[in-house]
């Protein structure tokens, strides 16, 4: 990314991301503030914030911008239909286990003994956490209507992988989360 300030004497200073809100000193001699990073990119034309690939994929298919394919990467044929897709990028999880109520405490003891008591404390001992988030998008996908005969290969994951690298920014989305699942969304 090409950042730069301008000196009062007109020369033009390239900065680095890692100099802004600092100051640089231009050739004449003259300190000039650089301004915060969110400045720059505006200046530069980019988002204040650089986006992550979903904010992108969701962007360039708000704008119409996304399928951009025209081939059909299933048949190779032209594409005259949109399925769609969902990435499913991130997942939240769960460690731990729910605590017994004092009832079961109770059955347990009352039926196991000092084994029950020693089984219900190291149940209660580990509380509920939750990890990670929910992150999914849906993506068009143009196809050929051919393609939507091929059931087997619709429902492959590794075929459906493979067959949205026909998109620069797919393939951004898919460098980001490596592990991503997809899948045909539902509406499709």
């Not at 048949?75 to 460690?95: F, H, N, Y």
């Not at 196809?143 to 067959?163: C, D, G, I, P, R």
């Amino acid at each position: 990314m090409n950042l730069s300030v301008d000196c009062e004497c007109g020369k033009v200073i390239a900065v680095s991301s890692a100099s802004a809100g600092d100051t640089v000193r231009c050739s004449c001699g003259r300190l000039v503030m650089v301004p915060p990073l969110s400045e720059m990119r505006r200046r530069a034309g980019l988002a204040p914030i650089p986006q992550n690939a979903v904010e992108k994929v969701k962007s360039l298919i708000s704008s119409n911008e996304l399928p951009d394919n025209n081939l059909c990467p299933f048949t190779g044929r032209l594409a005259d239909t949109t399925i769609w897709l969902r990435v499913d990028c991130e997942s939240k999880w769960i460690r731990g286990k729910e605590p017994l109520n004092d009832h079961l405490k109770l059955l347990f003891i009352f039926m196991f003994g000092w084994v029950g008591a020693l089984i219900a404390l190291m149940r209660n001992s580990k509380p509920i956490e939750e990890f990670g988030r929910e992150v999914y998008v849906e993506i068009p996908l143009k196809v050929s209507s051919e393609a939507l005969n091929l059931t087997k290969m619709l429902k492959s994951h590794s075929k459906l992988k493979t067959a949205i690298k026909c998109s620069s920014a797919y393939v951004q989305l898919l460098n980001e989360y490596p592990s991503a699942h997809i899948s045909l969304a539902r509406n499709s």
